[in-house]
């Protein structure tokens, strides 16, 4: 199984960026996909997941309403749209395939993981 994640850079606050992770290697409609960040000096952190099958979202509290997660099952490709960018939202930010089952939020329950896209905004 392969993960890359890109769309990653530098932006200004206020802004928006679209992350895509691009999956391949193993059938993906049994997993979920899950987006988690780690700023400098912090803990890696769920940010959100989707089920590949049935399209259903998940959300950390602390994101809702500024991050959209969605899937192109053609393109075995999952996104993140982050809009009205923050200088809090800079940090790595890793996509990671889970087999179905059990929760969405720990990364500790992923079995593969993307290299990281650094995402860095500017005030």
């Known amino acids: 199984v392969q993960l890359q994640a890109y769309g990653g850079g530098l932006v200004q606050a206020g802004g928006s960026l679209r992350l895509s992770c691009a999956a391949s290697?193993?059938?993906?409609?049994?997993?979920?996909m899950g987006w988690f960040r780690q700023a400098p000096g912090k803990e890696r952190e769920f940010v959100a997941a989707?089920?590949?099958?049935?399209?259903?979202?998940y959300y950390a509290d602390s994101v809702k309403g500024r991050f959209t997660i969605s899937r192109d099952n053609a393109k075995n490709t999952v996104y993140l749209t982050i809009d009205n960018l923050d200088p809090e939202d800079t940090a790595v930010y890793y996509c990671?395939?889970?087999?179905?089952?059990?929760?969405?939020?720990?990364?500790?329950?992923?079995?593969?993981w993307g290299q990281g896209t650094q995402v860095t905004v500017s005030s």
């Open positions: 990671a395939s889970k087999t179905l089952g059990g929760s969405v939020w720990f990364a500790s329950l992923y079995d593969y």
């Open positions: 290697g193993r059938a993906f409609s049994s997993t979920a």
């Open positions: 989707i089920n590949w099958s049935t399209g259903t979202t």
